[in-house]
């Protein structure tokens, strides 16, 4: 990764970092957030950060980056939240948006600025787990994701988070 992309990158995850102390958690009912790498497929890594806040109202705030490359393509994926579902018994998060930049040079990408994306995650004193994002398509919305709490068993389509950690907090 070049140097400024990492640059942009760490600013990014510290913002997110600080974001729901500073701005989001007063009076959330939950924060999900989380920063690092997993191999998805086993072979891709994918770097991703996140902060995801329950509001009094039940609304959800925040914001959320993947980044990885693949076949000779680099993909960046940047959203805001809409929807935020959650199981503080499991550890589960499925975490919902409006994705509010797309940067990548391959020119069959196909998603844009705009559209909706979803992902879950797992805080488990087992190791963390993530998806990579899902896209409209067989799910019409982030808020349908994040209503339907869809859970493979045995974790099927999650990745272990190889560097970095999700916390779960419930207030």
């Known amino acids: ?3 400024s992309k990492r640059i942009a990158l760490l600013t990014l995850l510290l913002t997110l970092a600080m974001t729901p102390v ?10 999900v ?8 497929g086993g072979s891709i890594p994918m770097q991703f950060g996140f902060v995801a806040v329950e509001r009094p109202d039940g609304s959800a705030a925040g914001s959320f980056h993947h980044f ?3 076949d000779g393509f680099v993909y960046e994926f940047w959203g805001t ?18 994705l509010t930049k797309v940067a990548s040079d391959d020119p069959d990408v196909g998603i844009a600025a705009g559209e909706d994306a979803w992902f879950r995650v797992l805080d488990s004193l087992e190791g963390d787990r ?4 899902g896209f409209v398509g067989a799910i019409e919305s982030s808020e349908a994701y994040c209503a339907m709490r869809i859970w493979p068993d045995d974790n099927a389509r999650t990745h272990p988070v190889t560097s970095g ?3 779960l907090k419930v207030k």
């Open 33 to 40: 957030s989380g920063g690092g790498w997993f191999l998805f």
């Open 22 to 31: 500073a701005a989001l958690g007063a009076g959330a009912g939950a924060v």
């Open 130 to 133: 993530s998806t990579s994002m």
């Open 165 to 167: 950690q999700i916390t």
């Open 1 to 3: 990764m070049r140097k």
């Open 81 to 98: 939240l809409t929807c935020l579902a959650y199981d503080e018994e499991t550890g589960r998060a499925w975490i919902g948006g409006v």
């Open 68 to 70: 990885y490359s693949s």
